[in-house]
């Protein structure tokens, strides 16, 4: 059964840093790209951040360039992403998954964790 477990979320003033943390559990985690989303109130599901399944390579959101980062540790199986700078509009639920295609972005299939809520305020 896959488990996708995202913390780390917090409210957290414009500028500020946060680092997301997601465990995965349930397939083979190095068989797998990996991609963090996020889903603003009244906004559909959106890629932010994807890596291959050994970390070679990243790709970022626009609006995230620069500022995101994310990383995977296969050892343990959790996939991070560390947020820098951050502004009002990265406030959203964010969750990870498991991608079919590191080039499409798309998830593997529809299965969610509950995600991490990030909300940036003054």
């Known amino acids: 059964q896959v488990q996708l477990v995202e913390s780390g979320g917090g409210l957290v003033q414009p500028g500020g840093s946060l680092r997301l943390s997601c465990v995965a559990s349930?397939?083979?985690?190095?068989?797998?790209?990996m991609g963090w989303y996020r889903q603003a109130p009244g906004k559909q599901r959106a890629l932010v951040a994807s890596?291959?399944?050994?970390?070679?390579?990243?790709k970022y959101a626009d609006s995230v360039k620069g500022r995101f980062n994310i990383s995977r540790d296969n050892s343990e199986a959790m996939v991070y992403l560390q947020m820098n700078d951050l502004k009002p509009g990265d406030t959203a639920v964010y969750f990870c998954?498991?991608?079919?295609?590191?080039?499409?972005?798309?998830?593997?299939?529809?299965?969610w964790g509950r995600g991490t809520q990030v909300t940036v305020s003054s």
């Open positions: 890596i291959t399944p050994y970390g070679t390579n990243t």
């Open positions: 349930g397939f083979i985690f190095t068989n797998y790209p």
């Open positions: 998954n498991r991608q079919s295609s590191y080039y499409s972005g798309r998830p593997v299939d529809d299965n």
